[in-house]
Each structure stands twice: as structure tokens, then as C-alpha cells.
T-cell receptor, first 109, second 113 residues
Framework: GQNIDQPTEMTATEGAIVQINCTYQ??????LFWYQQHAGEAPTFLSY??LDGLEEKGRFSSFLSRSKGYSYLLLKELQMKDSASYLCAVRDSNYQLIWGAGTKLIIKP | GAGVSQSPSNKVTEKGKDVELRCDPISGHTALYWYRQSLGQGLEFLIY????????KSGLPSDRFSAERTGGSVSTLTIQRTQQEDSAVYLC???????????FGQGTRLTVV
């Protein structure tokens, strides 16, 4: 079967750095997406990785290791508005998106 | 349109009634997805349309659920004889092609009482 694993919940302090991990076992791999979802809102796109390595976009970075079936989302200089759920999704060999259950990130002052 | 549009935004219905949820994807997007999200949970895949191909219905939880996509654009998700466990937010997403970045609508919050 296909499986995406993420921690259910994480807590971090305003101004700090947090790393949200995602491991996957899928039927093939054609890219990995990270989405942000604030409570009561629709998910919005954050990042996309298809090759190994780190992609940096402002305060957010996403890393991929295809050989390990592993990705992480790194958030720096955390702000209260970063409190949200972060969803990992993998595009499989059929180009279908397989979604993780999401990681709820709680930011404390 | 500028984004994915879903209607209604909220729907309260009595158990046993049928409901129709509508999704207007971004113009030109060939792929359209329906997901269900219960409170605090991840996305549960329901059904997927790609162009004129037969839809992937593998995620539909029961035969009470069905969906159509007319003219390759607007989609309607129908739930017959609603049950309380159908209460959730129903999200629609579209993408330019299969597996490209998905853009989500604001969802329809369905409450079955």
C-alpha cells in the first residue's frame, strides 16, 4: 500500500526554527509537495521537490532524499501566523497525489 | 475564474436527505479532485477527474456518493440519504494537468443533523 507519515502535532516557540518530517512509501515517485492549511481554510501550496536536495524560499525550505523516502519542511524565524497544519503530498507513478494526514504546528510566544 | 469556487460554503441537512455540492475549477485545468476532511484530520481522497478519461472513483466511501463533471469543467458531488458520519468539509481542487500543483477551493462544510 501507499503510505505518508508525518508527526501529528509539534510545538515551537516564536522566533525559533522547526523541522517537520515526512516519510513516504509510494508506488513510484514523481515529486513531493508541501502545503499549509490554516484552521478552517483550504490548503495552499508551499513548495515542490523532485530532485534530491534543499529548496529555499524565504523563511521556508524543503529538503528531499529520494533514496531514503524522506522529506522535511524547515521553518525559520517562526511567527505566530505560522500556526497551521502542514501537509505532505507525494505524486506517485500514476501522477496521483497521495496525501499525508498533516502536522499541526502550534507556535507559542 | 480566478480560483476554485465551491458552493454552498455551508450546508446543514437532515439525515436521510440528498445533497449536491458544486465545484467550479480554474478555467483550463484538466484535473479535478474531490476530498473530504473531518475536523483535525488529513485529506481523504474521494474521486478524481482527468480530461475525458473515466474518473477514478476508488475513494468514494459508499454507493451513496457519486460525482459528475460536465463539459470538462464544473463538477457536482452528490450524497444520497445523508448520514451523520458524512458531516465534514468537502474540498475540491483543480490542477492544470494530473499531478501538477493543486489549487483548492474554500470547501463546503456539510453538517448532517
Amino acid at each position: 500500500g501507499q503510505n505518508i507519515d508525518q508527526p501529528t502535532e509539534m510545538t515551537a516557540t516564536e522566533g525559533a526554527i522547526v523541522q517537520i518530517n515526512c516519510t513516504y512509501q509510494t508506488s513510484g515517485f514523481n515529486g513531493l509537495f508541501w502545503y499549509q492549511q490554516h484552521a478552517g481554510e483550504a490548503p495552499t501550496f508551499l513548495s515542490y521537490n523532485v530532485l534530491d536536495g534543499l529548496e529555499e524560499k524565504g523563511r521556508f525550505s524543503s529538503f528531499l532524499s529520494r533514496s531514503k523516502g524522506y522529506s522535511y519542511l524547515l521553518l525559520k524565524e517562526l511567527q505566530m501566523k505560522d500556526s497551521a497544519s502542514y501537509l505532505c503530498a507525494v505524486r506517485d507513478s500514476n501522477y496521483q497525489l497521495i496525501w499525508g494526514a498533516g502536522t499541526k504546528l502550534i507556535i507559542k510566544p | 475564474g480566478a480560483g476554485v469556487s465551491q458552493s454552498p460554503s455551508n450546508k446543514v441537512t437532515e439525515k436521510g436527505k440528498d445533497v449536491e455540492l458544486r465545484c467550479d475549477p480554474i478555467s483550463g485545468h484538466t484535473a479535478l479532485y474531490w476530498y473530504r476532511q473531518s475536523l483535525g484530520q488529513g485529506l481523504e481522497f474521494l474521486i478524481y477527474f482527468q480530461g475525458n478519461s473515466a474518473p477514478d472513483k476508488s475513494g468514494l466511501p459508499s454507493d451513496r456518493f457519486s460525482a459528475e463533471r460536465t463539459g470538462g469543467s464544473v463538477s457536482t458531488l452528490t450524497i444520497q440519504r445523508t448520514q451523520q458520519e458524512d458531516s465534514a468539509v468537502y474540498l475540491c481542487a483543480s490542477s492544470l494537468v494530473t499531478g501538477s500543483e493543486a489549487f483548492f477551493g474554500q470547501g463546503t462544510r456539510l453538517t448532517v443533523v
